[in-house]
């Protein structure tokens, strides 16, 4: 029974977790302007971060170790440093988007001005990665993200034409007032959304944190092949209702407000508190989450000390790492620097940093020295190939398509 209960958390968590504000914001603005004629790409990004979470989890769970320290072992310091700084640069210009997520939330929520919470939801989190537990941080924004699934009842609330819709997402054509280039340019981003790097390197680390072993191997894999896949038919139902209420009038969505107006109007002010909830829960949750990867990424690869459950006294220079990453998103975001055009960037240039996240987790589970008899299989290293050419693909094509359409516009 409990490891039954273990499973549907999890589950529920994974759901709630899944959604963050690159999916928040660029599902609203892809719905707004091309419909759910780009509902593939997310397919497309479930498949491919669960072949790779699967692959990192179990990683963890076998070996005991977390990304980063095997890769730097495997492939040597400097391809483990290329793949470091790739990373890194995604993380941290993730994490800053997160942190000014929180704050467009709380502004939506107070009427008080963002760069006024900026500091202090930079504080909150830093303080949250300090000292609440690790499993009370996943379950509790996870489960608090859950209340996205607001946006799909408001999607059946609307009543739309659920003909033309199924007809967008299997008949994907690009609208007459796109270019073929904005359309795959926004292609690129959907797609990086969905495989953001720091999502692998938290589940390897969160695995080594709450001490996976073999037996977790099945608790992990319902996580991920159910949870992952409800998080992006979640975040498809954010596109679907922004195609409904925004596409019609030609309207493109260019802020969280703009993301969250057609559930009140559809089901009033529950619906506006709802959301209001869900996007906090899911902005803030993911701000833990990537301030926690910085920390990991950095401290495994140098082989620090390292971990929530570790006296930071023990992990001083892990905790470091953290404390200064908030401070830096913090100063950044104070510049008066855009949230939502950080995280358009932010999940363009998450595919570029794709093969240099993925080649090595592929590597690593293929390699008998630490995985034994649970080295990757025939469609484990299927997948894995088709995707990495996939990502190549997607990192070379990610700049030039930026120059040419000015980042979308």
Not at 152 to 160: D, E, I, N, S, Y
Not at 313 to 325: D, E, G, N, P, Q
Not at 373 to 390: D, E, I, P, S
Request: include cysteine; glycine fraction near 12%; aromatic fraction near 12%.
């Amino acid at each position: 029974m409990s490891k039954l209960f273990a499973i549907a958390l999890g589950v529920l968590t994974a759901i709630g977790g899944f959604v963050d504000i690159g999916d928040l914001v660029t599902n609203g603005l892809v719905g707004s302007r091309f419909g759910l004629s780009l509902a593939w790409v997310v397919l497309v990004g479930i498949v491919g971060i669960c072949v790779f979470a699967e692959m990192s989890g179990r990683v963890a769970a076998v070996s005991g170790r977390a990304t980063f320290d095997l890769v730097r072992e495997r492939l040597g310091p400097r391809m483990g440093l290329a793949n470091l700084g790739a990373s890194m640069a995604v993380t941290l210009l993730t994490f800053m988007a997160e942190i000014g997520g929180v704050a467009l939330a709380l502004e939506l929520t107070t009427n008080v001005n963002r760069y006024l919470w900026i500091p202090v939801v930079g504080l909150a989190v830093w303080l949250v990665l300090w000292r609440v537990k690790f499993a009370i941080l996943e379950n509790a924004f996870g489960l608090a993200g859950l209340a996205l699934v607001v946006f799909a009842v408001a999607l059946w609330k609307l009543g739309p034409d659920w003909g033309s819709l199924w007809q967008q997402a299997s008949r994907p054509s690009v609208p007459s007032q796109e270019s073929h280039t904005t359309y795959f340019y926004y292609a690129i981003a959907l797609f990086g959304a969905a495989m953001t790097p720091y999502e692998v390197f938290f589940f390897s680390s969160g695995g080594v944190e709450e001490r996976w072993t073999e037996k977790d191997l099945g608790t992990m894999r319902a996580n991920v092949f159910i949870g992952f896949p409800l998080g992006g038919a979640l975040s498809l139902t954010i596109a679907a209702v922004a195609a409904v209420v925004f596409l019609p009038q030609g309207i493109q969505v260019g802020s969280l407000g703009q993301i969250g107006l057609p559930v009140p109007l559809a089901l009033g002010q529950l619906g506006l508190a709802a959301v209001l909830l869900g996007f906090f829960a899911a902005t803030f949750g993911a701000a833990c989450e990537t301030g926690l990867s910085v920390g990991y990424s950095i401290a495994q690869y140098f082989g620090w000390q390292w971990g929530k459950y570790v006296e930071p006294l023990r992990a001083a220079r892990f905790h470091t790492v953290v404390l200064l990453s908030a401070i830096f998103a913090i100063g950044v975001l104070l510049t008066t620097v855009d949230p939502i055009m950080l995280t358009e960037y932010s999940v363009v240039f998450s595919a570029i940093a794709l093969p240099l996240t993925y080649f090595p987790i592929l590597v690593v589970a293929n390699d008998r020295t630490y995985m034994g008899r649970h080295v990757n299989g025939r469609v484990a290293n299927a997948l894995g190939t088709v995707y990495l050419v996939l990502v190549v693909v997607a990192a070379t094509a990610a700049i030039p398509l930026m120059i040419i359409t000015r980042a979308g516009e």
